[in-house]
């Protein structure tokens, strides 16, 4: 059985940054995609950032801010949130696919932690 436990969410000010983990287990993350969406209260969930072996893709909103990672030896998956404004609090979610290479939709992802709550001040 497959399980992503998201940890590193938390409360900071506007301009400061956190590193959010995605531990997987069950299976190699190396065989996996991997993502980040987010959801704020009374909104849909959107899509945040990607990374498979063969790329890394990001929404517009948070290019140039936030990063992607994943280290496969360790079976984690990260992201990096630099440059944090209020209109980026939300729920976060790690998602995991075997389906697709890379994908921004939620339907492409299989595997999805509970969530962390990152929050912004301004």
């Known amino acids: 059985q497959v399980q992503l436990v998201e940890s590193g969410g938390g409360l900071v000010q506007a301009g400061g940054s956190l590193r959010l983990s995605c531990a997987v287990s069950g299976r190699t993350l190396s065989s996996y995609a991997m993502a980040w969406f987010r959801q704020a209260p009374g909104m849909e969930r959107e899509f945040v950032a990607a990374v498979s072996w063969n790329g890394r893709t990001y929404a517009d909103s948070v290019k140039g801010r936030f990063t992607i990672s994943r280290d496969n030896a360790k079976n984690t998956g990260y992201l990096r949130m630099n440059s944090l404004t209020p209109e980026d609090t939300s729920v976060y979610y790690c998602?995991?696919?075997?389906?697709?290479?890379?994908?921004?939709?939620?339907?492409?992802?299989?595997?999805w932690g509970q969530g962390t709550q990152v929050t912004v001040s301004s």
């Open positions: 998602a995991a696919s075997t389906r697709v290479p890379i994908a921004t939709v939620e339907g492409a992802y299989e595997y």
